[in-house]
């Protein structure tokens, strides 16, 4: 989904787009009953292993959806490697699940339905692949034209291969479980991100207005992170690729700026 972001970006920068395992072309290993070979912690392993085998110690990070769970861990766990965080429509992990509500319910029907034991979410996703593809499309804000054929169709093939929605069920699960736990244990720990931090979230979604008592996402984001920035921007929760030209910007104007 960040092919179009993503070509702008790499007239400044070197790009990594990597898909997290279970997801896209990358392999679904084996889960175990705790969900941990999904766990966000496993995840964002995984990216710095990859980015160290391609020779970059130190690097910003952005993330989306799941990706953007995957890079927050990634700075909480590995602060000598991410230089600067960017997470695009989310808050973090257990913080969502401890204000979820009959409207998060609702909405986001996916942390709810997929966390369910095996095989009841895999037979309904394989079921009706497109269908799951164009709710997320019509609920969450975007329009189906925010992706082209080939894109619509990659979504929807993954939702066709069973090991594949296997591996994304599981990391759901892990997040009702297992990546709650370690955000706690950050939480306690008083563990916190170091890095400066871009928090860009759907003006046409939920979150500018579901967190308003908490001063927003900016103001969650700021319970874990001393430096904080953050905005709606136009488009539904797919807005990278609705409108990839200011997302790009925003993200050159963030990773450019000097920290500290």
Known sequence: MWASVAAQLA?????????????????????????????????????????????????????????????????????EVVTALAVLDIIPTDDAWERADAEFATAYWPWSLLAQPSPLPERLITAAPAAVVDAALDGWGSARSAFDDATYAAYVDALVDDDHVHSICEEYRAAATVDRVHDQADRAAGRRIAAPVLVLWSGAGPLGTWYDREGGPVGLWRRWADDVQGRAVAGGHFFPEEHPDDTAAALSAFFDAPSG
Do not use: I, Q
């Open 11 to 79: 007239d400044t920068y070197t790009v990594v787009c990597a898909d997290l395992r279970g997801y896209g072309h990358s392999s679904c290993p084996p889960s175990d009953e705790d969900h941990l070979p999904y766990a966000k912690r496993a995840m964002a392993l995984d990216m710095v292993t990859v980015m160290a085998a391609l020779g970059h110690s130190r690097f910003g990070v952005a993330g989306h959806d799941r990706g953007g769970r995957v890079a927050y861990r990634m700075a909480l766990d590995h602060p």
